[in-house]
């Protein structure tokens, strides 16, 4: 049986090299703020923080998400513990914090995240959650993850955990939706600088509909069904690869691993979305054949407009680059570089798993 640490372990890097997962290379955020990014996004939701003000300050506005369900996530809300509540604990200010943030907001679930001063002192997070969402009427979803167990990429898995623990599987979409089929959930994919407003008109075009956004520009409900998808897609490097696994175990759900950055890594994709569909025999809607024909059409015409967008751009063909980044982007931008005429000539690289370095020596060659 899987234990809740090899579940978070388990492909996060090359099984031999697991280790890594937890790896930090320095320049890199906290466990907390792991489970902030992944979680924050869902804009009609709170996030309370039980920790100093200064955890609350380190995550607020760091990611340029954005959403078109509101502005609630844009909200600070802490319980800003201090030197007292260290000696005497903050159980009954944490409740108070909750019920408080209820009252004035009216979020569709509050999120209450743990942090090292909270997890250090032994607050029973679940327990007051438990007790405030007697209180409220409204979930109330403790987020185990204080800085101190480790890096960002483990707090991305640990809000994933949570996400499938307490959220995904717990509501049903309308009937109207269930009955036409064919949708994907979205995981990994936050909505930075609206990036998905550009990718889900593609996907459209392509006769592709998304079930639940995971999650970025989601609302807490169609997460609630997420499980109710026919193929999860995942994007941005491995750090919710946990959410798509578990999936497929208990739902049946199978998944596709896709970048949607630049030229060639789009079409990709949505030939690998295809192909997904294909495999899980779960396409409904379009035939196989027509969802293929519709995005070869698509890739066609879109490549043929960015084509007429990139001339402008002609004079960087040649050109040398070194890239310095992480995550998914490491072997993302030099695929999207390339597809420039620019040659990569060395790459440095943080917060990535083995695989995504694996990748990057693919492409370069
Ligand atoms: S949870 Fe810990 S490491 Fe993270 S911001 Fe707060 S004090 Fe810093």
């Keep these: 049986m899987l234990t809740g640490t090899d579940k978070l372990l388990e492909s996060g890097c090359d099984v031999e090299k697991k280790e890594k997962l937890c790896r930090s290379r320095g320049g890199e955020s906290c466990a907390f703020d792991g489970a902030m990014i992944v979680l924050q996004p869902i804009a009609d939701t709170a996030h309370l923080v039980h920790g100093p003000i200064a955890c609350c300050g380190n995550t607020w506005e760091g990611r340029g998400t954005l959403?078109?369900?509101?502005?609630?996530?844009?909200?600070?809300f802490t319980t800003d513990i201090d030197e007292i509540d260290i000696v005497y604990g903050s159980e009954s200010r944490l409740f108070n914090a909750i019920v408080q943030t209820y009252r004035s907001v009216h979020p569709k679930a509050i999120f209450v995240y743990s942090t090292c001063v909270s997890g250090l002192i032994g607050e029973d997070l679940d327990a007051i959650c438990r007790k405030a969402e007697d209180a409220c009427g409204i979930r109330v979803i403790p987020v185990?993850?204080?800085g101190f167990v480790g890096p960002k990429n483990l707090g991305n898995r640990i809000a994933g955990e949570v996400l499938l623990d307490s959220v995904i599987g717990t509501g049903e979409p309308p009937d109207n939706l269930l009955a036409k089929g064919?949708?994907?959930?979205?995981?990994g994919e936050?909505?930075?600088?609206?990036?998905l407003w550009l990718i889900e008109p593609a996907l459209r075009k392509a006769g592709i509909r998304i079930m639940s956004r995971i999650t970025g520009d989601a609302t807490f409900e169609e997460i609630t069904y997420a499980h109710r998808a026919d193929l999860n897609v995942v994007v941005c490097s491995r750090a919710l690869v946990n959410v798509a696994k578990e999936m497929e175990r208990k739902y049946g759900i199978p998944y596709v691993e896709v970048s949607f950055f630049g030229k060639t890594e789009m079409a990709k994709a949505l030939r690998g979305i295809g192909n997904g569909f294909s495999r899980s025999g779960r396409l409904s809607g379009l035939s196989d054949f027509d969802l293929k024909q519709k995005i070869d059409e698509v890739i066609e015409s879109e490549e043929a407009r960015i084509d007429e967008k990139l001339k402008k751009y002609a004079h960087l063909r040649g050109m040398k680059a070194v890239l310095y980044t992480?995550?998914?982007?490491s072997w993302s931008f030099i695929s999207a570089l390339q597809d420039l005429g620019i040659e990569i000539v060395a790459v440095g690289t943080k917060?990535?798993?083995?695989?995504d370095e694996e990748k990057m020596k693919a492409i370069l060659g």
């Design 67 to 76: 959403s078109s369900r509101g502005d609630l996530f844009k909200l600070g």
């Design 182 to 187: 064919g949708f994907i959930n979205l995981i």
């Design 190 to 195: 936050y909505n930075i600088a609206g990036d």
């Design 144 to 146: 185990n993850a204080p």
């Design 351 to 355: 917060k990535s798993t083995v695989e």
């Design 326 to 329: 992480g995550g998914v982007k």
